[in-house]
């Protein structure tokens, strides 16, 4: 097998089709793609199967505009295909249209197979990346996934056109027999369009066409409304049940808001916002709807206006649900006004910030226009997975591990595993993602507190499930506490527009996403192996006056060589490094700090241990460090953010 040469991006050389005979004695001709990215350095572009076996085309002509016609024939008729190509020195674009008599085709394209950018091409399936366990890395594959080949920095990206196949396949349906199923009318119809793309930046640049190639067929109009950026600081938000002892004084008969709110301070570092549910499973025990049970609960709605602006006094969201499903109204015979009447008249009424879809994964957009006619700056959230279209009305969403099973009863908690990537965090870093596991305890709490933390998403706190109640541990709390923080203090990076989901690592059990926004890189790290990650963690390109920072363990991250970035990544579990300005100076006695420049505008945070803290003005003079017993942690702060720290070892 050829190796394909050596190009530099402005060596590369054109795509070229061509037809070409076979080397059958019966004089067949194909259509033939040749390029230095194939192996051997040309092969079938298309193939055909009908009534299951292949056909070749009876007659290959070409036409003007870089187009070809093919004609199959099969047991049920004639079918004429047209191929378009565009050829270009970093990409090949292609097209297939089918016109003849009604059947179904399936066609595939064999050069795809034999693409290779060096003498280590490996291929990257974003629909089959499996770990060693032989577990999916990817959590949810239901569109058209990319391929992309690497060798070093050199990567061809092969993308679809996501409105022609609709549904998921197999990316090994595109390179071998039998292929993408697709259907033959009297009409011509486009049933595949397809390109190639070439890069020189590797897999941070391949992923990066792969997302800019998914995000051209969405409107992302919502998303830049400066009335709806307040829900890209949602971190940790609450379901709650206002009947239970979270929130309702059962003694007093009232809701109890600053008691709620304290103790998610104390165990989880606090909420940023909170659902209240007070409907199911009440309803439909008599005729009152989902919108006259808000009028029953203690206090009314007044009372309940009251906790909306309590909570938002101390920086918490308030969000109701829409439950569509209750019809309570026409079963009863009663008339009742169009439910996104209702919801937007209940959103004013307590002063709602956002709406939780129940049992949805998407809303018409007479509810969008209906709510921003009486309160604009409201939110929606959708319980089920948000697809397609509806992305760009629902700005947020569960990530939720299906809990039912028919057989184990409505408790039954799925199993959690790791680290299982969601791509569209990636490809969408401004859809807001909670990952929630209803019924999960123990060792799938964990996990799934885990998975949020890795793949940079929120998470939902649901203790009291309409009566069942089960509470985090201390040991639980204290995990989802401390990855809260670290994705508080570093927001910018958590919400940069262009994440890398698994970064090459230098571990075969170590796995890393990369997050990078304003001054700030991030990445996460989840070691699956049962013994702990220590030395070289990956390598990466450091920017010039920035340090690392080992934000999990609290502590200096070192470079090694000036390309690899070590580290410690504990059992089985998560960690996190961050790539922050050097801003904070600090003498050579570790005796005396400074800041290399600031705006006035930010404060310092220094560490006394027993969790007491002493804030300094910021200053670009020297200032004395308080005396302290032990390691020091200095913190340059803009409100709840680090803009930059650095961390003193203790002195034996």
Known sequence: MARPPTLESN???????????????????????????????????????????????????????????????????????????????????????????????????????????????????????????????????????????????????????GSMLGNAYTPACLMDSPGLEANVGS?????????????????????????????????????????LKWYNEQLVQHFTFLYGREILDLEHGVFDVDRFLDEGEQDFGGYDGFLIWGGYPRVGIDERTQWEFYDDMPGGRPALRAMSARARSRGVRFFVPYLPWERSHELHGHAGALDEEELSRLIVDLE??????????????????????HKPGVVFCSELRTQGKALEIVTGCWEQSYTRDGMQGNWSAAPESMP??????????????????????????????????????????????FGLTLPYTPYEAALLKKCRTIFRENLDALNGDSPTPLVETLHPDLFANEFAGGTQRMWTFYNQAKSAVIGPLLHFTPRPDHHMVDVWHRCTAQVIGEVTLTGKIDPIGVGCIVEYPAIIEVDAKNTNFRLRKSDGNEFVLIDKGGGETETFAPSTHWMPLPAVRGAQHIRLMRGRRVLDQIHILAEN
């Open 11 to 161: 060596q590369v050389q054109p795509w070229r089709v061509g037809i070409r005979p076979t080397s059958s004695e019966i004089g067949e001709t194909y259509l033939a793609v040749s390029s230095p990215f194939l192996d051997d350095g040309e092969a079938w572009l298309c193939r055909f199967v009908a009534d299951g076996k292949p056909i070749s085309p009876t007659l290959v002509n070409a036409l003007e505009n870089n187009a070809y016609q093919l004609v199959l024939r099969t047991s049920s008729g004639d079918v004429t295909v047209e191929i378009t190509v565009e050829t270009h020195s970093d990409r090949f674009v292609w097209s297939i249209t089918l016109r003849g008599t009604d059947q179904r085709i399936q066609l595939y394209f064999p050069f795809l197979r034999r693409l290779s950018v060096g003498p280590h091409t490996r291929w990257i399936d974003l629909f089959s990346l499996e770990n060693q366990q032989g577990n999916p890395l990817l959590r949810y594959r239901n569109y058209q996934a990319p391929l992309v080949t690497t060798d070093g920095n050199r990567a061809l990206v092969v993308l679809q056109d």
């Open 187 to 227: 009409e011509p119809r486009t049933v595949y369009q397809g390109q190639i793309l070439f890069t020189t930046g590797g897999w941070r640049a391949a992923f990066g066409l792969v997302r800019t190639h998914l995000r051209q067929y969405l409107d992302l109009t919502e998303y830049a409304r400066e009335d």
């Open 352 to 373: 709602a910030d956002g709406v939780f879809l129940d049992t949805l994964g998407m809303i018409t957009p007479q509810f969008r226009q209906a709510i921003d006619r």
């Open 420 to 465: 299982m990537v969601d791509l569209w965090r990636f490809v969408l870093p401004e859809h807001r993602l909670f990952v929630i596991n209803r019924h999960a305890m123990a060792d799938d709490r964990i996990r799934i507190t885990q998975r949020a933390f890795f793949n940079g998403m929120g998470w939902v706190v649901w203790m009291d499930i």
